[in-house]
């Protein structure tokens, strides 16, 4: 641990910030064998690019996250200029009046290289690029590969064969969907191991980034009072729901490929049931974490139809705009697609532990809302004293949107009666946090590039208001105009804002270490804004934390629960139900649940305490 003296020694470089840190909260010694790290966008004119990775790279490189030396490198068969992909990128990338100057630097490091993907000879010209950039045959490289499936095998090949760092380390991103069935997964995985070392291979899954989802495992292993309650003599059944508003948004032709079970189902709620479920690891080392979740993935027994029941959306006659349409209506989607939309699974976890208790995964698309949580339903209160008013606890993780955790629980309603009624601990993060968005009512904070204008004249709440509406998409002018403060007022404030996030993107999702009293500081200055699952993890990659990434056995795991339901399916083209656009999905869903142990009171009503 560095001391105190040594960490004030001010000022630092970002390249240095950011080595303190990692080395505080990785411990990770082989950052020292480069200072200069390439990023290679395989696949830089796709979508997932141009709207998630070249936008999270600015992020990153704007709030000084990344090593000073850091080079981008896109690859892709389009003959693109980086100038076009800086025009694609802009309208996902968030930019600030005054952050143009740093824009400008961000894209002074990028470069871009079209070839094929099956082409050695576009890898050696690739290869060369690297090595001609600025300290580039020393470079640590990391390749990320933004592509279709059908692909990888020639990248990877041809990363291996002509492009790889001899003295620098070299790490892969490899996108989902890891195949299709376990077959596909084993042949994959089995030709990436033949490339590259485990401790090379990063299978993201964003969910894993999510805030909430790595809060999971200190809910349960930070607090003493959840231990005793954790298990199947407490818990009646564990509820992990993915919910989307909207359907496929003329993407059916790519969505009807996979499903909403491969989709959603078999990654990012099993995930999720792995952090619920798992037994305490010896530690918050990658391997220590990712040990436990096989563990528990080796317990679940392959889904039984008879616990699955699916759907399809059909339009809703009297919605408006898309709502109005069903899957089949989009003209990407093969005429008479029995693919499913909606999906509900009870899986059981065969262990001492959860012996008995489901697992109910929930997902789909043109629901009711946009909603992502965990669940737990305890069971009956023995002996009831009450004549049958007391409804169960639950304990509630939301993921999105709106993160925060919450416990219904039973209590005296106020006035003469000895009643008893349905309240909350509530934990929203929004409001919890709420202090750490406060914004200075002066103007001596400095801000990079800037000059700032005083706020003091607003109030808290117009303040706070201008965040809000900012984080909600609006512009700088509309902003101004709707609440009646000038534009360069606005952007102070906003800017102002920004500077209190810049040290959101902590890479704090690994192994948590003791961190100096420099360090806490940073880490305490910031706002209530989260930072992207893309940014924890692309930072996570460049730290060497795998604890947030799936390993090949886990991998293994999940598709060998899935894979003869998903062939069942496909072989007999079982139909899906239809439900209405907006709705919760079928009735029979609710039906499955309820017969397997989930009671749905339906009498309570959260009442925001901010707001009284």
């Known amino acids: 641990m560095l001391s105190i003296e040594k960490m004030s020694a001010l000022p630092l470089s970002r390249s240095e910030v950011f080595g ?3 080395k505080e909260l990785y411990e990770d010694e082989e950052f020292h064998q480069s200072d200069v790290h390439i990023f290679i966008i395989m696949g830089a004119s796709g979508d997932l690019a141009k709207k998630k990775i070249y936008p999270t790279l600015w992020w990153l490189f704007r709030d000084g996250l990344l090593p000073e030396q850091t080079y981008f490198v896109g690859f892709a068969r389009s003959d693109l200029t980086v100038d076009a ?5 802009l309208p996902h990338m968030k930019v600030a009046d005054t952050e143009a100057d740093r824009l400008s630097v961000f894209f002074s490091r990028n470069s871009y290289i079209s070839g094929k993907y099956g082409d050695e000879a576009a890898f050696s010209k690739l290869h060369s690029h690297l090595l001609s950039l600025p300290g580039g045959a020393d470079a640590n490289r990391l390749f990320y590969l933004a592509l279709p499936p059908t692909v990888y095998h020639d990248v990877t090949k041809n990363i291996r064969h002509h492009c790889m760092s001899i003295k620098g380390w070299n790490r892969v991103i490899v996108e989902k969907p890891f195949g299709r069935d376990l077959q596909s997964s084993e042949e994959l995985s089995n030709h990436l191991s033949s490339l590259f070392t485990e401790d090379q291979i990063y299978r993201i899954d964003h969910y894993l980034g ?3 989802v790595q809060n999971l495992m200190v809910l349960r292993f930070g607090n003493r009072i959840f231990g005793p309650i954790w298990n199947r003599d407490s818990v009646a059944c564990v509820v ?17 490929d996979f499903g909403i079970i491969r989709d959603v189902m078999q990654n990012h709620l099993l995930q999720m049931l792995c952090l619920v479920a798992m037994e305490k690891p010896a530690s918050t080392s990658s391997d220590d974490v990712r040990d436990e979740k096989v563990k528990v993935l080796k317990c679940i027994a392959p889904v039984s139809p008879s616990d699955v029941v699916l759907g399809q959306y059909v339009g809703d006659p009297e919605g408006e705009g898309e709502a109005k349409l069903g899957y089949l209506d989009d003209p990407t989607v093969p005429k008479g697609s029995t693919q499913a939309t909606f999906a509900t699974a009870v899986l059981y976890v065969r262990n001492e532990r959860w012996d008995g208790v489901p697992f109910i995964l929930r997902c789909g698309k043109a629901l009711n809302e946009r909603k992502a949580e965990v669940r737990l339903q305890f069971t009956d209160v023995p002996g009831d ?3 049958g008013q007391c409804r169960r606890n639950e304990l509630v993780v939301r993921v999105q949107p709106n993160e925060a955790i919450y ?9 003469v009666y000895f009643s008893p009624e349905e309240t909350e601990l509530d934990l929203t993060y929004r409001s919890r ?3 750490k968005r406060h914004l200075p009512t002066t103007s001596n904070t400095h801000t990079p590039n800037s000059t700032m204008v005083k706020t003091k004249e607003l109030s808290e709440d117009t303040r706070n208001r201008i965040v809000d509406l900012h984080q909600a998409g609006k512009t700088e002018s509309a902003i101004g105009k709707q609440l009646d403060v000038k534009k360069s007022t ?25 961190i100096s009293a420099r360090g806490v500081k940073m880490i305490t200055r910031t706002d209530v804004k989260l930072p992207d699952a893309y940014e924890r993890l692309i930072l996570d990659v460049f730290c060497g934390s795998q604890m947030h990434f799936v390993r090949s056995d886990e991998l293994r795991e999940a598709w060998r629960i899935f894979t003869p339901l998903l062939h069942q399916i496909e072989k007999e083209k079982i139909p899906p139900i239809k439900y209405k656009y907006g709705s919760r999905g079928p009735s029979e869903a609710d039906e499955l649940v309820q017969k397997v142990g989930f009671r749905y009171e339906g009498t309570y009503r959260w009442v925001n305490p901010h707001k009284l």
């Not at 992909?85 to 990128?89: G, L, M, N, T, V």
């Open 210 to 212: 999510k805030e909430m």
């Open 20 to 22: 303190e840190l990692r």
């Open 490 to 514: 606005v952007g102070a404030i906003i800017r102002k804002w920004k500077t209190y996030k810049t040290t959101t993107n902590l890479p704090r999702s690994g192994a948590p270490r003791k």
């Open 85 to 89: 992909i800086r025009q694609a990128c």
């Open 240 to 256: 992990l729901t993915f919910k989307e508003p909207f359907g496929t948004q003329g993407r059916g032709g790519y969505f009807d």
């Open 433 to 435: 946090y709420r202090y």
């Open 407 to 415: 416990a219904k629980m039973m209590s005296k309603k106020p006035g």
């Open 385 to 387: 004293i009450f004549s």
